[in-house]
């Protein structure tokens, strides 16, 4: 259905029977809206289940087409004169423009453009409609009715330990079926539901720090670091927050424990040895460096940092003036590092390279429409601290976000019931 006869239909809905048909079938879109959406969250890190004998191939197609579908159910349920009057809609569109424009010179990587488009416009989408969703009906999509923490905690501590079955411990350290890196950032975003349903005070915060231990145990034996870090951040900031400095300094010392503890007994790294979530320099893991900046910390960081810092000052020195500016395109800027060149593990610096200036000017702006001046709720601090953490992932990761929302969709419900909270404010 095209916007002009949405548009038409929602002129008519108080007479004739087109917009009749509409409002019912916008009021059971938006009544299916959460449980949907719960479906298509928990589909969107599973890729495959031990002992389950499921194609990851046909799994990824259906998954595709329930996506298209989601699409549609939001496109029926959207007020469209109200979602298109936006800042957001404004930057989503600058951002569709940007990459339609390449798309259209360069005429190369068709498939990773469409793609690109698709994901907005499914972000577009669904942060619109939360935002027009009524709070009389639950923050969140009602996240207090389809999460229910203890479930999850009892699964994941289900997985910590049988990890030892060969299984079992082969999803883990496949992240089942999701790569491990982007399980343990999907992983992270279980970890905020848990202390966003909990509630505030500091007993509900030790309730939530204890049913997150699973999922924190489960993130180390993936060997998954970035997503870990992100979930024992939110752990500190929540705890700061409910018990300032005498909570967060004991929530420290345990999560260090747990940590520790998870790591020395993760059955993974014997068979897996990148699951191993301490990797220091010097092993086999480092052994290799070209020193493009000579010795010293640098060089120490590079090699931490899995050579992210070598690479991404390898792609920019590529890049003059006229690159900077206008972009080169996607999947056409990398950096070099161990004898390869590699996509830049950062989303905003990939952004100035690929799209020019505009496209990482709508990129950076649109990420930071949660953070205008106004008044929180409770909810809403929990939801900037969450968002806060994905933005600072997005300096180490190549696709995140706006790029890869398979390992970020409560990352955009948190962003929409920001602005939805804004948006309220400003009334």
Known sequence: MSQTAICTLEAGEKSGMAGKIYRQIRAHAEMLFPWIFTGMFVLSGIYEIPFVPLDVGLITWIKKILFVLFMALMASALRWPQAVNRQFTWWCGLWIVVHILHWSFRQEFEAIYLHRLVQITYIWLFVSLVMQQKSATGNFLAVDRWFRPAIVSVICLFLVIFSTYPQISMAISNGLGN?????????????????????????????????????????????????????????????????????????????????????????????????????????????????????????????????????????????????????????????????????????????????????????????????????????????????????????????????????????????????KSQSEEAI
């Open 179 to 419: 790569n491990r890196v982007n399980f343990s950032i999907w992983l992270s975003q279980l970890v905020f539901l848990m202390f966003l349903v909990s509630g505030s005070g500091r007993e509900n915060i030790r309730h939530a720090l204890l049913l997150s231990s699973p999922v924190l145990v489960l993130q180390v034996f993936s060997g998954g670091r970035s997503g870990l870090l992100v979930s024992l951040g939110l752990c500190l900031y929540f705890a700061f927050r409910a018990g300032n400095v005498r909570l967060l300094v004991t929530g420290a010392i345990y999560l260090m424990l747990l940590v520790w503890l998870s790591a020395s007994f993760s059955p993974l790294p014997e068979q897996y040895p990148g699951t191993a979530i301490f990797r220091m320099p010097g092993s086999a893991n480092f052994s290799t460096f070209d020193p493009a900046f000579g010795g010293g910390v640098l060089a120490w960081m590079d090699r931490v940092s899995s050579y992210r810092i070598g690479i991404m000052a390898s792609a920019l020195e590529s890049l003059d003036l006229g690159t900077a500016l206008a972009g080169v395109g996607v999947m056409n800027f990398k950096g070099a590092a161990i004898g390869e060149f590699w996509d830049v593990h950062n989303i905003y610096v990939r952004a100035l390279g690929e799209l020019g200036i505009f496209g990482f000017i709508s990129l950076v702006i649109l990420l930071l429409l949660p953070y205008r001046r106004g008044r929180s709720r409770s909810r809403t601090y929990y939801a900037k601290a969450f968002c806060a953490g994905f933005l600072i992932l997005g300096m180490v990761h190549p696709e995140l976000l706006t790029t890869a929302i398979s390992t970020c969709m409560i990352y955009w419900l948190a962003y929409a019931e920001i602005l």
